[in-house]
């Protein structure tokens, strides 16, 4: 009873968060690149159709979420091949139970937690710097720890997808992800400088930069200026 209470005091903070702020807005089904956006409340979580299949970055908040908008496309959960988890908070794992056929990829530091939230095993554990090859793509994992101690950032087909590392507002710019969401608040600002300064000379390879809270933002200057 005490963790479900705990769920809805988060579920409850993280809407209150957005009622008049400056963060860019989320839209539900917005592409960048090869990847979908998947509005879930007030998160998102994204999609990745390859030739072998469907992968997916987190699953959202809602059990059913995704799996509607799988149907919607002619899809069901059997098509998942992969989910990549950026971080174990329930709002991005909360459908995670229904993927258990596909690979659940998380880094190894973030596997415990991603088990006590959701009940559901990572089956695929990664390290910092893998670069995993799924269909004709590559996912790229960085380690962004602070927000949770095993935060995961993905670059995949140029999209650098945040997770909770940073928000967009909507000037264009990338601002802190407020401290009272973070395990520790300046270990995740510093890991997102080092992300930064690790991409900086690959600046052509990072079309846009997406968080999972708010829109995205095209090109590395906003995370460069950080």
Known sequence: MARRLHRIVVALSGL???VGCSFSDITHG???????????????????ETDEGV????TGYRTGRMISVLEDRGLSEDDVTDV????????H???LAQFTGARLRALASEADLVAEESGVQVTDPLSPGDVVTVGQFSVEVFPVPGHTAGNAVYLVDGVLLLGDSA??????????????YSDDPEQLK??????????????????????????????LNALLAF
Not at 84 to 91: A, K, L, N, S
């Open 190 to 219: 510093d890991s997102v400088r080092a992300l930064a300064e690790a991409l900086d000379e690959r600046g052509d390879e990072v079309e846009w930069v997406v968080p999972s809270h708010t829109g995205g933002i095209a090109g």
């Open 55 to 58: 992968v997916l970055f987190d």
């Open 16 to 18: 209150s968060l957005f």
């Open 84 to 91: 990549f988890i950026t971080h174990g908070h329930r709002d």
């Open 30 to 48: 917005t592409t960048y690149n090869s990847i979908t956006t998947v509005k879930d409340l007030f998160s998102s979580a994204f999609m990745l």
């Open 93 to 95: 794992i909360g459908g």
């Open 167 to 180: 928000f967009a507002d909507k000037g264009g710019g990338l601002i802190p992800t407020p401290d009272r």
